[in-house]
């Protein structure tokens, strides 16, 4: 059975809400029946979307959004993506990355996001250390979530995130709690 189409997914929020898609600032597209299978160009006809939701749906592949030139927050968890990418058009604006419980190994695709403050990725399959230090390269990010990754093994988020926070020193909130002075010391004698 083919998936809802973006197109199909804009239209029922149309119904359901009254709005003007084009005109939201905030358009859910969430848990469609059946759901979104792929991304596609009928999004860029939401160009005064502040925060994009298409979340628990069936989507494998992040597609460029050139006109949505206001996006602050996008929202893909729960779907299949393995890949960060397309996100060159709304970097400049785009604040908060939510893609927890998808398929993603690498944390490349992200250095457009010069405004990206927040980046929930947990339950991915993130299983390289390395990775995280392609995050403490955005200029602006404070808040992340890795936990459920395999890098993480079988030990706590307390455990591990001195090793966290010596790849990004400058997160103040990890995996949903402050970093700590005392966090901060055992990071830096980590090796």
């Known amino acids: ?3 809802t189409s973006c197109k199909e997914a804009i239209k029922n929020f149309e119904t ?3 709005q003007n898609a084009a ?3 905030e358009v859910k597209l969430i848990c469609q029946l059946p759901p979104i299978d792929k991304m596609d160009d009928s999004l860029n006809q939401l160009e005064a979307c502040q925060k994009l ?3 628990t749906n069936a989507i494998e592949r992040m597609i460029a959004l050139p006109k949505l030139k206001s996006l602050r927050i996008l929202s893909l968890g729960r ?3 393995k890949r960060i990418m397309a996100l060159e058009d709304v970097g400049a604006t785009l604040e ?3 893609i927890s419980y998808n398929q993603i190994e690498k944390l490349d695709g992200l250095q457009p996001c010069v405004k990206l403050t ?3 990725i947990g339950n991915n399959k993130i299983k390289a250390w390395d990775e995280l230090s392609k995050v403490s390269q955005l200029p602006e990010i404070k808040s992340v979530l890795f936990i459920g990754n395999p890098i993480y093994g079988d030990k706590t988020k307390e455990e591990n995130a001195p090793f966290v926070v010596k790849r990004i020193p400058q997160i103040a909130t990890l995996d949903g ?3 700590t002075a005392a966090t901060r010391k055992a990071a830096s004698e980590v090796d």
């Open 1 to 3: 059975m083919p998936g």
């Open 16 to 18: 359901r809400t009254g």
């Open 23 to 25: 005109e939201a600032t």
């Open 53 to 55: 939701s298409l979340s």
């Open 79 to 81: 779907n299949n993506i």
């Open 96 to 98: 908060e990355l939510w």
């Open 118 to 120: 927040t980046l929930y």
């Open 177 to 179: 709690k402050i970093v």
